[in-house]
């Protein structure tokens, strides 16, 4: 698998044309939660085999540094029978065409790329294969199968030693129907799929070759820098003063599909300084006096406020109406019923009450928020953007520019960091504003204090769970979670049972709870939410095993024993028992001990949770540092049913370990009068390499013969969720102190 080329819509084109001596079959890649919904999928990749023996899978996912390019290589290298570096993978372009034509771009969101392709990518190249092996038999005239063996991308005709290339054949092979159901190899001989391969495009990031969207270069191209109202609903009251040395000050509005809470359609709520470098840009957007209105109810957009109105929806909210319009406070419930869970509960021996409270976070991607775009009015507009969502962008550019989209080019770059973030299309907006008005290229790029405090969140929470215990057993479970709607901020209609966002990690759960209700409210906070590395699951997983923990202390049995006798799944049973094994988990000492008895100085802390269909189960090893805890060992247990490639799983879980420890710890946003108080990394501290804890990720084996019926589970986003609570549980056992507000240190400095 080679190094993603660059390459544009003509160069597509025409390397499609090109093809028509070769052999190209067009598969149906699904796009997100599209085919879990039943809808009629758009085919949007292709396999290209060419007469120069050639291979190249065509992608519409964006490369995110998760690895889909070469976990889609890998897979389709199996049942093709041909080595991964024989590949080479095209970044596709987006259309709005319906359905759309191969190699068009899909959402790169959810964990959703290798689970979501797997078995079409294995369909198509299991077919490519049989097209090439009957055009083989039909050149040597020996149409027995067993009498041709594949290596290297051709096949040896046994008998007589001779050999015929894949390309040799695409030309052939290209006339013939198209097989329905052509035989996949055994997933017992298997000899890629499942094995740790390199990843190709990792040389080029360390070597710094790897183009990313802030380093893209025009030739005569300009560089603006934005600078929003410093208060989230604040609107431009007049536009400043052009500062010495500036090219343009350009004033930029909220276009419709990107606002989002305070953000209104048509409000002017940021300027872009242009300048002939970007240091300069900088410091001229930094010192640039501008005058903004802020919103009437500024004063009542801060973080105290924000509580206050969670604490009082912990036990109030408007039942949801069907077919209303239902406005944030709305309460919906998500499973059970809540009279007969109180009911339960007030009948318990005993009964725990604990409200937990998670933070706004930041993205905080190393890359920041940038676009480049080269428009020229009524002619063209290229844009160069790392982006999760090519195709929103490209209907944007439509929108604003009011050009066909023939005339609009998309180039969709490596993303340094996109997390949710760069789903969005706030700074793709702002570019092509800035460039029409310019009429030359222009690199629009967002400083790091625009880019913490101008976000999209993972929304604050305040989740209040409700248990009653029986000798030990969970007689009744009311769970009520608190939180902005990311979907309702984007226009979305809420199902009867709320935001999935909200309450993702809380419902369905495998725990014997007697009566159990789960309920959602929807927050009143207009502050800008949005999709963040696991969302829902990250706060409510919190939430859920921290209770679970709590009650086990309560019951006076070990949490692990405690989890155990409650779970009525097979596969979260069986991660919970990998993930002591592998940690050596052993029963804490009795609470009564002598007072000689030393204190431990370490603790282990238990969690164990599951989103995207896969199960994660986590053990955290804390010491006692500097005022609260060190951690020391994280083990990981993941089963997501089937692996493609396990060293790349593993690299991201350790990833999302990290991602979770910083949340965890440090991560927080706080707001007074409407305006974003943390402003950047030295406000808001990260691990130091020192600090890294050592990380053991195991791998649950897959099925001996893999169903297509069965759901594969995600990776990139399943590191995160089980930390925070498995290090919150390892602290309570090693000071006695329950933490249920995050991070743990929203104090901390990077000076610290």
């Not at 979907?487 to 199902?495: E, N, P, S």
């Not at 990394?681 to 990720?697: A, H």
Request: net charge positive; aromatic share 6%.
């Amino acid at each position: 698998m080679s190094k993603l080329p660059a390459i544009d819509r003509r160069q597509f084109l025409a390397a499609a044309a090109g093809t028509a001596s070769g052999l190209t079959l067009g598969l149906t890649l699904p796009a997100g939660s599209a085919q879990a919904a039943g809808a009629s999928q758009a085919v949007n990749a292709w396999l290209t085999i060419g007469t120069d023996d050639s291979i190249t899978l065509t992608v519409g996912a964006s490369d995110m540094g998760q690895g889909a390019f070469a976990g889609l290589a890998q897979i389709l290298c199996e049942d093709l029978r041909v080595d991964p570096a024989q590949v080479k993978v095209v970044q596709g372009a987006p259309t709005l065409v319906m359905p759309a034509p191969v190699g068009t771009a899909i959402n790169t969101v959810g964990s959703s790329v290798t689970r979501g392709n797997y078995w079409k990518l294995r369909d198509a190249s299991a077919a490519a294969y049989a097209l090439l092996l009957t055009a083989a038999m039909s050149v040597k005239g020996d149409t027995s199968p067993a009498n041709y063996s594949a290596a290297g991308a051709a096949f040896i005709h046994t008998p007589s030693g001779s050999r015929l290339g894949y390309g040799q054949l695409a030309t052939l092979a290209a006339a013939l129907p198209v097989p329905a159901n052509p035989p996949l190899v055994p997933d017992s001989q298997f000899k890629v799929i499942g094995k740790t391969v390199a990843r190709p495009d990792i040389p080029f990031k360390v070597d710094g070759s790897a183009v990313y969207g802030i380093d893209v270069r025009l030739p005569g191209m300009l560089y603006a820098v934005i600078k929003h109202s410093p208060s989230f609903g604040g609107t431009l009251s007049a536009l400043p003063k052009l500062p010495s040395g500036a090219l343009a000050v350009v004033p930029t509005r909220v276009v419709a599909g990107v606002g989002r809470g305070t953000e209104l359609t048509g409000s002017v709520n940021a300027v872009a300084v242009v300048g002939t470098n970007t240091w300069d840009a900088m410091q001229m957007a930094k010192h640039l006096a501008v005058h903004w209105t802020l919103p009437a109810n500024a004063a009542a957009l801060n973080s105290d406020q924000f509580m206050a109105d969670a604490q009082a929806l912990l036990t109030g909210g408007t039942p949801v109406v069907a077919g209303a319009a239902n406005p944030p406070g709305t309460l919906y419930t998500v499973e059970g019923n809540a009279a007969i869970a109180d009911a339960a509960n007030t009948a318990s021996a005993q009964l725990l009450d604990a409200t937990y409270s998670l933070p706004y976070v930041a993205h905080a991607c190393l890359e920041v928020l940038n676009c480049t775009v080269d428009y020229r009015a009524g002619v063209s507009c290229e844009v160069w953007a790392p982006t999760q969502s090519a195709k929103g962008a490209l209907a944007l550019v439509v929108g604003l520019t009011g050009l066909d989209v023939s005339k609009v080019t998309i180039h969709v770059t490596y993303l340094g960091g996109g997390l949710g973030r760069k789903a969005e299309q706030d700074f793709v907006s702002q570019a092509v504003q800035v460039a029409m008005v310019l009429g030359k290229p222009v690199k629009l790029m967002w400083p790091r204090e625009q880019d913490f405090t101008r976000d999209v969140y993972r929304p604050m929470a305040l989740v209040r769970v409700r248990a009653g215990l029986n000798s030990g057993t969970i007689a009744g479970w009311h769970y009520r979670n608190v939180s902005p709607s990311i979907q309702g901020q984007r226009g979305a209609v809420l199902a009867a049972t709320g935001d999935s966002q909200g309450y993702e990690g809380s419902n369905g759960l495998p725990y014997n709870f007697g009566s159990r209700v789960t309920e959602w409210v929807s927050h009143t906070s207009p502050i800008p939410v949005g999709y963040w590395r696991s969302v829902g699951a990250s706060i409510n997983t919190f939430a859920v095993e921290s209770m679970i923990d709590e009650l086990a202390a309560a019951a006076g049995q070990d949490p692990l024993a405690f989890r155990r006798a409650r779970l009525s799944s097979p596969r979260w049973l069986a991660a919970l028992n990998a993930v002591a094994d592998a940690s050596g988990w052993a029963a804490p000492l009795p609470v009564v001990a002598k007072a000689s008895q030393p204190k431990p100085s370490t603790a282990m802390g238990l969690a164990i949770g599951a989103a995207f269909n896969t199960v994660v189960a986590q053990v955290v090893e804390v010491t006692k540092g500097s005022g609260g805890p060190k951690i020391t060992r994280v083990w990981v247990v993941v089963d997501s049913y089937l692996t493609v490639n396990p060293g790349s799983v593993e690299a991201q879980i350790v990833g999302g370990v990290v991602h979770a420890i910083n949340a965890a710890l440090y991560g927080h946003q706080t707001f007074k009068n409407g305006a974003a108080q943390v402003k950047n990394f030295n406000g808001s501290r990260m691990i130091r390499l020192s600090e890294m804890p050592v990380v053991s990720v195991i791998l649950m084996p897959p099925p001996a013969a893999a169903d297509r019926n069965m759901a594969i589970g995600g990776i990139g986003e399943l590191g995160v969720p089980t930390l925070a609570p498995a290090l919150a549980n390892a602290w309570f056992k090693l000071s006695g102190k329950r933490v249920r507000s995050l991070p743990f240190f929203p104090h901390a400095r990077m000076s610290d």
